[in-house]
């Protein structure tokens, strides 16, 4: 199993403290996804950014519901991979 985060890569130029939102979720828990394909969309500061994916496999849990805050390195579900 795997986690899906928002990448430590989009949080450098955000400042401490600071909570992303999460707009809508694309998918539904037991659905199945592939590696790559767009899973939720978060806004963070005032970009709104759609997070893939990191391996295709079933979202086993969503732990951030939409409407929900969250901070940074925060596991926004479980993946179920092979």
Request: proline share 6%; aromatic share 4%; charged share 25%.
């Amino acid at each position: 199993m795997t986690g899906i985060a928002l990448d430590d890569a989009l949080w450098k130029d955000v400042e401490p403290g600071t909570e992303a939102l999460v707009d809508q979720w694309l998918v539904k828990e037991g659905e199945r996804v592939t590696a790559g394909q767009p899973v939720v969309r978060v806004v963070l500061v005032k970009a709104t950014l759609e997070v893939p994916a990191p391996a295709a496999g079933v979202i086993e849990k969503i732990h951030v519901p939409a409407e929900q805050t969250f901070a940074r390195g925060a596991s926004l579900a479980t993946l179920r991979t092979g």
